[in-house]
């Protein structure tokens, strides 16, 4: 084949790219495909299956033959299509889905092995053999499948998404586009106009078609001046609209700069993804020509001939030297016409109808146009390359350009994608959009207005001329009758009419079915030039006409979409955001190694140097027994339950009493859910009166604000209470051992620290230089114990001198970790205890019990929530001096370790300092009953297991006296 | 889906909670009796078209609405405050 | 307020002075705004004439009483964030004593919230452009007026948003997630350019 550019003298910017390793020259504003049309090149890949030759199909993302590898620096991006690539200096590209090369491709041997490999093959072949034959061909057959190879880089682009809102959203920006655009503008809304070409003007570019006294090009360039005059439009070329959404909602991809050279590129965003929002929307999608099917239709040189006229139009390239037009309406004679005008020669026309329109007439005066009247090709000969069409009288035409016109589709995928049922049309024998359920209309070639008039009237220009342009004129024949040759359907999956008839034979008849059998429109291109043919196809098989043949529904996207896109600018250390504590720079500092805690960032230990995780957190614990340690504690979830009917209200939410708590006072309260179990637990403090302080668990404290407003706004709206986050406000740790009054006698001041002034559980005022802090006596550890709050932007500077105040004792700070493993010592529950299952008995917190009315208590009466097998909390301790691994199963005995009944599992774990041994918090079935009973803690998934002895889980100062020295 | 919220105006599904079924009332705070609180924390229906629910509009006001939403083509069809709702019947 | 002992979640983080790409009619302005104090008032259900009333006779409010509208006085500004539910804001002075004189306990209660936020002033022309990049609202003056206050996200992280001109943004976020949101704002005013001051 030898296509060739019209004009070398085109004053366009010439462009250097490679393909397939050899070097070419194109000129900026090619396409990848017409400019490897202008440099002759004619095959470029493989199809999916058969890996026969394929060549350039169409001039659009409709294209399910020409999609390649393109090299990025390091990556390699599969399956772009060659007919939208804009080509830049330094663009490398190479064929997919051939080895070694696509000229001499060894896969092609699939064709010969065609018969075999119909649709529904996999299934045929290894359905009922065993397991063994599919697994031993898979790894074979998943290296000869699949088209582009996938990077396994990381991909270095960015990407970012944006929100965009408007009034009215027009997508396509072809004469009927852009007449609504110019319409809408003109009233004031706003407007964005999206084209997922580079060019505005569809049809237009490049067509010498006269509207209102100019070309094309010179009617669309100056409507577009219009349009960005107006500051109310926003124009979006090289942007896909791919998604259709409830409420008018649309997903969009912006390639912002791809078409870009490497250095070009450098920092910019690559792509964006867009949502839009729109009150009402245009449609104005357009239609995509489709071919007709005849034998080995796929050859390298067969293309729509709507195509053959784009490049010739919009790129200046002419596909082939012989160029042979098939055809069953008269738009094909405006494609010719437009050739005509650029001395492009026609070698003949084959045009299965027998009389000719006026308007084609006329072309074939002009042109003096050689025409075949009743004909058809019923065979494409050629390998690598067309090199003649056969026609149905025997005649043979060299060629090496075929183009192909069967009519038609409307481009009615978004109408599609919320529903919109198509509807069949005589006329045009496709289909059109149905009923739309959101406010949008169709307007132009998308509803069937192929005329340019018409189109222009439907976007609101009624008043613009045009010259006369034919009407389609179809003859409804869409698949040639012929032995010879294979029928391809479906380009991109490789599906023959031979499958779609084997599909109706074995019984597959529904249009789902067809689909899904023989994958046809299931490939990248979605079927766009294979759908209608398809439904012909199945029509004809199943002897009903094509309505009633069904049709399938659009999804999302129209076109491939990047998980990059989708990602927009939320990867790497944007994927979420970090809550920090103001101590957390402190963290930093001073050696920790910090943990995740949802968005929160805490530290788990603070390592010295040599340290393990479990030498730092022994090492911590340790010296809180021993001495003082500090925690930072600012994640707790904080809410203010404000007003007057505020003791009521903590009466109703927590299982023990509230009402007669004095001011200055904190009490430990525990929450259950509706449903009975215990949701959380948390230290709620009497500031005033009316004045509540309530922590919550850091995991819990959205759940719990939510489950307060839930109940505040919609059950007790009679209550008079205000509740009010406040988490956020302070900023709090806890010092903790013998010695942690001692530090804060010493630190602050305006407070009496003695233990009658300050008992256990009061809430006081302080100052800690400064800074006003409120102290809480309050103890997780099990040691003498306070919190310190005050306001959050003091909390790095109350952290600092506490921990220098604490200097003559020795303060370490300890993470989350050796908060675990003091709380599990003294058998406190904490988040995996509280794991949804457990109730107030389970948990050995039945002290806890009022006996008024409050959430979750009828249900917690149930006679499954009190039976005395229910999994009770336990203490463990390892007889085998090994860690007990969390989530280990209880067995009662050896026996059972990798098969048995399990008593039970471990929730908690950690070496103790205090004790020497390892131990753990287990729920075990009836274990209050076992205490002294050697059972077995399992985790076959690692083959581990020992033998633990089951106590109670105040392992550690089980009076706790500690607490209140 | 997007809701308009009485307050804040129309926003993105992702602002909101879903909340719960709007039709079951909860019974009195001190209604003893199992089989009640069972069917409030359990029982559902499911209906094909209109339902009452509860949404939390969480990224925003924080209010809770009662929406009815079509279960089969997420229109929404009507949008309340439980704050207006209650307004009318307690005051 | 910022000083020795009470230090902003930024510090270190964002530094005045910093301009990358900037361009008057395309870049954006960030700066961090020090707040003296943040007070929110919580109506009782119907009170919220009432506590309207004592806002324009005390304090001679101008402005209606509107979903979401803002109130400015000489010292501070209260935005009405969801219904019976406003948050006032000082840059300058302390107004919780003041306040707690001018509303009583039966019109509405009140939290003092003065160290819970980080705020950041995103100006200039490129603001919209910026801000549509997190924020999933839709940002013309029709639907987010002037002197209006919105409570959404960005990001995943919660803003109270108060736009106090057309393309002048006050953005309070909670004092935990300042530095990310720092870092999305940078991140996201990329493409355009900005200046921090």
């Not at chain 1, 106009?193 to 569809?202: H, I, K, R, T, W």
């Not at chain 3, 006032?88 to 004593?97: K, P, R």
Request: aromatic letters at 10%; proline letters at 4%; a negative charge.
């Amino acid at each position: 084949m030898s296509g060739y550019r019209l004009t070398s003298d085109t004053g366009a910017t010439p462009v250097s790219f490679k393909f397939n390793g050899k070097t070419y020259q194109g000129v900026q504003g090619d396409t990848l495909a017409s400019a490897l049309l202008a440099n002759g090149v004619t095959l470029v890949g493989r199809s999916f299956k058969y890996h026969r030759p394929r060549g350039i199909f169409s001039a659009g993302s409709e294209e399910p033959n020409a999609a390649v590898n393109v090299v990025r620096g390091d990556e390699l991006e599969p399956n772009t299509l060659a007919t939208t690539l804009e080509i830049y200096n330094g663009l490398e590209a190479k064929s997919q889905n051939c080895w070694p090369s696509v000229d001499f491709d060894v896969n092609a041997i699939n064709s010969l092995l065609s018969p075999i490999f119909v649709a529904g093959f996999y299934y045929k072949t290894f359905m009922g053999t065993s397991n063994k034959h599919w697994m031993f061909f898979e790894k074979h057959i998943r290296k000869a499948a699949g088209m582009g190879e996938a990077s396994v880089t990381a991909d270095s682009s960015r990407y970012e998404k944006q929100n965009v809102f408007c009034d009215v959203l027009i997508v396509g920006a072809g004469p009927a586009g852009i007449s609504a655009a110019l319409t809408q503008a003109a009233t004031g809304a706003r407007v964005v106009l999206a084209d997922e070409n580079a060019q505005m003007g569809g049809a237009l570019i490049g067509s010498t078609q006269e509207i209102a006294g100019q070309d094309g090009d010179g009617w669309v360039r100056e409507q577009l001046e219009k349009l960005k005059t107006f500051d109310n439009v926003k124009l979006l070329p090289r942007t896909t609209v791919y998604g259709y959404y409830d409420n008018n909602t649309f997903g969009a991809v912006e390639r912002v700069s791809d078409h870009l050279t490497t250095s070009e590129a450098k920092g910019k965003i690559r792509q964006r993804h867009l949502v839009l929002k729109s009150k009402k929307v245009i449609l104005a999608t357009g239609a995509l020509e489709r071919p007709i099917l005849f034998g080995d239709n796929d050859r390298p040189g067969v293309m729509l001939a709507s195509a053959v006229g784009k490049y010739v139009k919009r790129y200046g390239v002419v596909p082939g030297r012989e160029i042979v037009m098939f055809t069953n309406n008269d738009s094909i004679y405006q494609e010719i016409a437009e050739l005509g005008a650029r001395n492009v020669p026609i070698k003949a026309v084959v045009d299965l109808r027998d009389t000719l329109s006026d308007y084609a007439a006329a072309v074939k005066e002009k042109y003096n146009l050689r025409i075949y009247h009743n004909a058809a090709v019923v065979r494409a000969v050629g390998g690598k390359a067309l090199k003649s069409v056969i026609l149905n009288n025997g005649e043979t035409l060299t060629c090496d350009v075929l183009g192909v016109s069967g009519g038609w589709t409307p481009t009615i995928h978004l109408q599609s994608q919320q529903g919109d049922k198509p509807v069949y049309d005589e006329t045009i024998c496709s289909f059109l959009p149905g009923m739309g359920h959101q406010d949008y209309v169709s307007i132009g070639a998308c509803k069937g207005s192929f005329d340019l008039s018409a189109c222009l009237s439907e976007g609101g220009l009624a008043e613009v001329r045009v010259e006369d342009e034919p009407s389609l004129n179809i003859l409804p024949v869409f698949d040639i009758e012929t032995t010879k040759g294979k029928k391809f359907v479906d380009l991109q999956h490789d599906v023959k009419t031979s499958d779609i008839k084997l599909a109706k034979q074995e019984g597959f008849l529904s249009v789902e079915h067809l689909k899904r059998y023989t994958t046809l429109g299931m490939a990248n291109d979605q079927g766009k030039t294979a759908n209608v043919n398809a439904l012909v196809v199945m029509s004809k098989e199943r002897q009903l006409p094509i309505t009633e043949v069904g049709t399938t529904r659009f999804r999302p996207p129209y076109a491939p979409v990047s998980i990059g896109a989708l990602s927009g600018g939320e990867y790497g250390e944007h994927f979420r955001p970090t809550r920090r504590t103001p101590m957390h720079e402190w963290h930093l500092d001073h050696g920790a190694e910090m943990i995740n805690a949802g968005a929160w960032v805490r530290p788990r230990v603070y390592k010295k140097a040599g340290e393990t995780v479990t030498d730092a957190y022994i090492r911590e614990a340790a010296a809180v027994r021993e001495s003082v340690g500090m925690v930072d504690v600012t994640s707790l979830g904080k809410i203010e339950v404000i007003g007057p009917d505020a003791p009521e209200f903590l009466n109703r939410v927590y299982t023990n009493a509230w009402l007669k708590l004095p001011v200055g006072k904190a009490r430990y309260g525990v929450m259950l859910r509706e449903d009975g179990h215990v949701f959380d637990d948390g230290t709620t403090w009497r500031l005033e009166e009316n004045r509540f302080l309530m922590t919550t668990t850091t995991a819990n404290a959205a759940n719990v604000l939510t489950h307060l407003e839930f109940l505040l706004d919609v059950i007790w709206p009679e209550l008079k209470v205000k509740v009010v986050s406040v988490t956020e406000q302070w900023a709090g740790l806890a010092i903790a051992g013998p010695n942690s009054r001692a530090v804060l006698a010493k630190a602050l001041h305006d407070v009496d620290m003695s233990n009658e002034a300050f008992p256990f559980m009061a809430v006081q005022d302080a100052k800690l230089g400064d800074i006003p802090v409120k102290v809480a006596r309050l103890s997780f550890s099990g040691e003498l114990a306070y919190e310190v709050w005050c306001p959050s932007h003091y909390g790095y500077a109350m952290w600092d001198q506490l921990y220098q105040a604490g200097q003559d004792f020795n303060i370490t700070p300890y993470g989350t970790e050796a908060l675990g493993t003091l709380r599990i010592e003294k058998g406190h529950i904490s988040g995996p205890e509280l794991d949804g299952r457990t109730t107030v008995d389970d948990l050995d917190l039945g002290w806890a019990w009022g006996k008024k009315d409050f959430v979750g208590k009828p249900l917690a009466g149930r006679d499954g929530m009190v039976d005395e097998d229910r999994l009770k909390l336990v203490g463990l301790v390892s007889k085998e001096e090994k860690a007990i691994r969390p989530g280990s199963q209880i067995v009662l005995s050896n026996a059972e370790t990798t098969l048995g009944v399990s008593q039970g599992h471990v929730t908690s774990t950690t070496y103790s300092p205090a004790l020497g041994k390892y131990i753990a918090l287990a729920l075990v079935k009836n274990g209050r009953n076992k205490i002294g009973e050697t059972v077995y803690a399992t985790y076959p998934l690692k083959n581990e297991s020992q033998a633990v002895e089951i106590v109670k889980p105040h392992f550690f100062d089980p009076d706790g006296s500690r607490m209140h020295v | 889906m997007q809701i308009d919220c009485p307050f804040c105006g129309k926003r993105d599904q992702s602002e909101f909670t879903y909340s719960g079924d709007a039709t079951k009332k909860r019974p009195d705070h001190n209604d003893q009796d199992p089989q009640a609180w069972f069917d409030y924390v359990y029982q559902r229906d499911n209906p094909k078209g209109a339902h009452q629910e509860y949404w939390h509009h969480t990224s925003g006001c924080r209010q809770f609405l009662v929406v009815e939403r079509n279960t089969m083509t997420h229109k929404i069809s009507s949008v309340q405050a439980v704050g207006d709702l209650n307004k009318g019947s307690a005051e | 307020m910022y000083n020795e002992i009470s230090i902003s979640p930024l510090q270190g983080v964002l530094n005045a002075g910093h301009e990358v790409s900037y361009d008057a009619e395309k870049s954006v302005d960030l700066k961090e705004l020090a707040v003296t104090s943040i007070v929110q008032i919580d109506c009782w259900h119907g009170k919220e004439a009432d506590l309207f009333a004592v806002f324009k006779e005390k304090l001679q409010i101008e402005g209606a009483m509107e979903n979401g509208s803002v109130w400015k006085t000489a010292d501070f500004f209260v935005m009405n964030t969801s219904p019976g539910s406003y948050m006032a804001v000082s840059y300058t002075v302390g107004i919780w004593d003041y306040l707690k004189d001018l509303i009583s306990d039966d019109i509405a209660v009140m939290t003092d919230l003065s160290h819970s936020r980080s705020v950041l002033s995103v100006s200039g022309a490129g603001v919209l452009d910026v801000l549509s990049k997190g924020m999933n609202i839709d940002l013309d003056e029709t639907v987010f007026p002037i002197n209006h206050v919105k409570q959404t996200s960005i990001a995943h992280m919660g803003v109270t948003c108060y736009r106090a001109d057309k393309d002048d943004f006050k953005l309070f976020v909670f004092r935990g997630f300042a530095q990310s949101f720092y870092q999305w704002l940078t991140h996201s005013a990329h493409d355009v350019g900005y200046r921090t001051s």
